[in-house]
T-cell receptor
Framework: DAKTTQPPSMDCAEGRAANLPCNHS???????VYWYRQIHSQGPQYIIH???NNETNEMASLIITEDRKSSTLILPHATLRDTAVYYC????????????FGKGTSLLVTP | DAGVIQSPRHEVTEMGQEVTLRCKPI?????LFWYRQTMMRGLELLIY????????DSGMPEDRFSAKMPNASFSTLKIQPSEPRDSAVYFC??????????????FGPGTRLTVL
């Protein structure tokens, strides 16, 4: 699976959009981009995933560049409860299993 | 659905003792994963089951660790004998894998293990 690069930490004001970048320049054609987050002392939680097209669900939006070498997770209106570590993971649809969590981005949402 | 259930939530034991962690996956899921999280190594996969069969146990640290899945609704991770370096949070996750496509893993709340 392709390696990802994320900033170690970010801040965001409550109510503003949080834009979390991820670089995956070695991604291959059949690899998906997944985002999970881990709130302190809890298990990781799935947020969203995509292959080529931008995706949106009730939690967030995922923007993938045309060359697929980077992506951005957008939390449109961040709340204090969104404070967590966010993991960008690239995984092949054929691999079928392991999620390789890196160090992620620690997002702090401030009042 | 209650989600993935793990027990116990906290375990404190002494070095050399046997430890058994338990997991009940989400009903209908056919894949189960055991992960371990430490400050030094982050989240790492220990073992993966598909349809109750161990598929990849390359992440299991050593022979002191063993995992079983006797049926679709229950799995155990056993450490015998336990050592202080096994102290970590152990997560169980489950998913429904239908073939060469993506699946979403749902994680339990974890078991925090402390070996003194």
């Amino acid at each position: 699976d392709a390696k990802t690069t994320q900033p170690p930490s970010m801040d965001c004001a409550e109510g503003r959009a949080a834009n979390l970048p991820c670089n995956h320049s070695t991604i291959s054609g059949n690899e998906y981009v997944y985002w999970y987050r881990q709130i302190h002392s809890q298990g990781p939680q799935y947020i969203i995933h995509g292959l080529k097209n931008n995706e949106t669900n009730e939690m967030a939006s995922l923007i993938i560049t045309e060359d697929r070498k980077s992506s951005t997770l957008i939390l449109p209106h961040a709340t204090l409860r969104d404070t967590a570590v966010y993991y960008c993971i690239v995984r092949s649809g054929d691999s079928g299993y392991a999620l390789n969590f890196g160090k992620g981005t620690s997002l702090l949402v401030t009042p | 659905d209650a989600g993935v259930i793990q027990s116990p939530r906290h375990e404190v034991t002494e070095m050399g003792q046997e430890v058994t962690l338990r997991c009940k996956p989400i009903s209908g899921h056919n894949s189960l994963f055991w992960y371990r999280q430490t400050m030094m190594r982050g989240l790492e996969l220990l073992i993966y089951f598909n349809n109750n069969v161990p598929i990849d146990d390359s992440g299991m640290p050593e022979d002191r660790f063993s995992a079983k899945m006797p049926n679709a609704s229950f799995s155990t991770l056993k450490i015998q004998p336990s050592e202080p370096r096994d102290s970590a949070v152990y997560f169980c996750a489950s998913s429904y894998l239908a073939g060469p496509s993506t699946d979403t893993q749902y994680f339990g709340p974890g078991t925090r293990l402390t070996v003194l």
